[in-house]
């Protein structure tokens, strides 16, 4: 019962990403995926719960993306980067695909999603930042809980505003300011190297 469930879930995400749009009616996602009405009712008390679990399988899987592509970096820098870069791209999705009504985003199952994520990336963050003080990139005396907190912070504004930003230089230029002020003289020149477009320092 779980597996199926789980299987009509990634393919509920799919219709979803490939409409980008998850305001369909339940007949029609079914006429999509080929299956009966009855049929998804079997697995989901109701599309509201429909939603909630593709909100948790892709949170899942870009998470997942994330730590992959972290085992290839070494750098704790490039990887607090990379997260950002990754969080913006995961809003994209997201918002493409996923316009909640006010009571789906404030129910009880959708926050403890959204939590859930947010400390298992504000673990990922502090980890980096604590290695970023050993190799010392990052300044000693930095308070790393407060600057994971922020940093994720800034990170959730990026995913909210999504409109905001006009073009990938923007984006690789507010990831390096993030990043700048915690940074040590020998972290600055790794910053720099980190990012593929020139950022002019005020």
Do not use: W
């Not at 915690?182 to 910053?191: A, D, F, R, Y």
Request: hydrophobic fraction near 40%.
């Amino acid at each position: 019962m779980k597996s199926r469930r789980l299987f009509y879930t990634s393919r509920i995400a799919e219709v979803f990403l490939e409409q980008q749009t998850s305001k369909m009616k339940v007949e029609d996602l079914a006429l999509s995926l080929g299956v009966t009405k009855k049929t998804l009712y079997n697995y989901f008390d109701s599309k509201k719960e429909m939603v909630e679990s593709v909100v948790d399988y892709i949170s899942k899987r870009k998470l997942n993306e994330i730590r992959q592509g972290l085992t290839e970096i070494n750098n704790p820098i490039n990887a607090l980067v990379y997260v950002g870069k990754s969080i913006f791209s995961i809003s994209q999705t997201y918002n493409a695909i996923v316009e909640l009504p006010m009571d789906y985003l404030s129910s009880p199952i959708v926050q403890s999603i959204f939590k859930e994520r947010r400390e298992e990336i504000l673990e990922i963050v502090t980890f980096h930042f604590c290695k970023g003080v050993h190799l010392g990139l990052f300044d000693s005396d930095i308070d790393i809980e407060l600057t994971s907190n922020f940093y994720i912070f800034q990170l959730e504004n990026l995913f909210i505003r999504k409109n905001s930003l006009s073009n990938h230089q923007q984006l690789v230029q507010l990831l390096y300011y993030y990043l700048k002020g915690n940074c040590t003289s020998k972290g600055l020149e790794v910053l720099r190297e980190s990012f593929d477009l020139r950022v002019t320092a005020c």
